[in-house]
């Protein structure tokens, strides 16, 4: 099957931890190559943000990646994109006329905006995985949601004009729903693990003699990184690793760096915290090894890889009870999951581990065997039975439509 993705923002190349690269570039990057080895032909669009960039970059056998002009050639936040999706569907139009898919699987809402318009005039269907929902966005940040006016209503109309939609956690399939979207054309399709990288076995970063714990993540509010550097307070033995954000040279000038310093250095724990800065993603199952605990505490979360990356490495996770953490996290099997915004509550089960190794044991290989389910090449399969359903859908529909004409 040729498969056409539409990433606008999150391209499979970008290095990971800015503001606007994280889960959905790995997401898209390994599903893309999880169904090339499964025999597909994948193309995958995105933003140009770079004068340097070529037009097509071979990503690994079977997929290209494709810059498409929206916008200056230049990084731009993903919330002020809006303006520039006419010319990325116009762009997105030229380039599915000269591939002609089968199927156009679109990531985030802007993308599903072009697809379904450069799709539909080639009457092909289209796929859509959300990654994240402007309603609850919109619900847990309040005023401090930075999306654009618009992004609810267009997102509804998405979500009723494609094929069919893969939620990524059953917490997501209620949502949609509720914004409009019909039951029986949603798929939970969560996203995936590299178990070949993400394994138990295999090189332990250093560490001090102190327990560990490690966060990783964009820097920015919502991924709750200011609770763990919290609950150091009631954790003394104990030093915080926070993995994200610029290269380690430039963390002095990200704001949010310098938020979460000051916070440390105010709740009398900065001698404990160490900020790494971004890390290439082939770096950390080493750095998750030397964890005791990996610790997730958003305040929301439409998924989340890195529990899933701590689990397939034999570490447990304390994180917040939010999105795809329901699904992922077995409480009392693979870790502890307890309601945002309570770093003396994390603490109090980060201990709970922290003093009994053969829970802690115990817990690491019940994650790592559950990680098994989120093989990419399961998620891919599922995948590629939702593209399936959308095509025999489409061709059904197409049938029907001539058999009215006539």
Not at 265 to 280: L, Y
Request: net charge neutral; aromatic share 4%.
């Amino acid at each position: 099957m040729r498969v056409g993705m539409v990433s606008e923002h999150a391209s499979p190349l970008a290095a990971l931890g800015g503001v606007d690269a994280g889960g959905q570039n790995v997401h898209v990057a390994a599903l893309a190559g999880a169904l090339a080895e499964r025999g597909h032909d994948v193309v995958v669009y995105t933003r140009r943000d770079s004068p340097d960039l070529p037009e097509r970059v071979l990503l690994d056998d079977g997929v290209t990646v494709e810059h498409l002009d929206a916008g200056p050639p230049r990084p731009v936040p993903k919330d002020a994109l809006l303006p520039h999706v006419p010319q990325l569907t116009a762009d997105l139009d030229r380039r599915l006329r000269d591939f002609l898919p089968e199927v156009v699987h679109a990531h985030f809402w802007m993308s599903g905006l072009a697809a379904v318009e450069a799709a539909s005039r080639l009457s092909v269907p289209v796929v859509q995985t959300f990654h994240a929902l402007g309603s609850v966005k919109r619900r847990l940040q309040g005023a401090s949601d930075t999306s654009p006016a618009r992004r609810l209503r267009l997102e509804g109309e998405v979500a009723q004009r494609v094929e069919r939609i893969l939620a990524s956690c059953s917490d997501e399939v209620h949502e949609l729903v509720r914004m409009g979207a019909r039951r029986e054309r949603i798929d939970v399709v969560p996203s995936g693990v590299d178990r070949t990288r993400f394994r138990p076995e295999g090189p332990v970063a250093s560490r001090s003699a102190m327990h560990r714990l490690v966060v990783i993540g964009r820097l920015v509010p919502r991924k709750g990184v200011d609770d763990a550097i919290r609950a150091l307070r009631w954790l003394p033995d104990t030093e915080l690793v926070v993995v994200g954000g610029p290269d380690a040279a430039a963390l002095a000038a990200d704001p949010e760096a310098r938020r979460l310093r000051k916070l440390a250095e105010a709740t009398q724990v900065g001698d404990r915290v160490r900020f790494h800065g971004r890390v290439a993603h082939t770096d950390l199952p080493a750095l998750i090894r030397s964890a005791d605990v990996v610790v997730c505490l958003p305040w929301y979360e439409p998924f989340g890889i890195v529990p899933l990356e701590a689990m397939a490495c034999g570490v447990p996770v304390v994180g917040s009870a939010v999105g795809g953490l329901l699904d992922t996290v077995v409480p009392g099997v693979t870790g502890v999951l307890l309601p945002p915004h309570q770093p003396k509550a994390a603490a109090r089960a980060i201990r709970s581990l922290l003093d009994n190794d053969s829970r802690r044991r115990r817990y690491g290989r019940a994650g790592s065997d559950r990680s098994n389910l989120y093989s990419w090449d399961r998620i891919a399969e599922l995948t590629e039975l939702s593209y399936q359903r959308a095509v025999t859908a489409a061709d059904r529909d197409s049938l029907a439509m001539t058999e009215t004409a006539r």
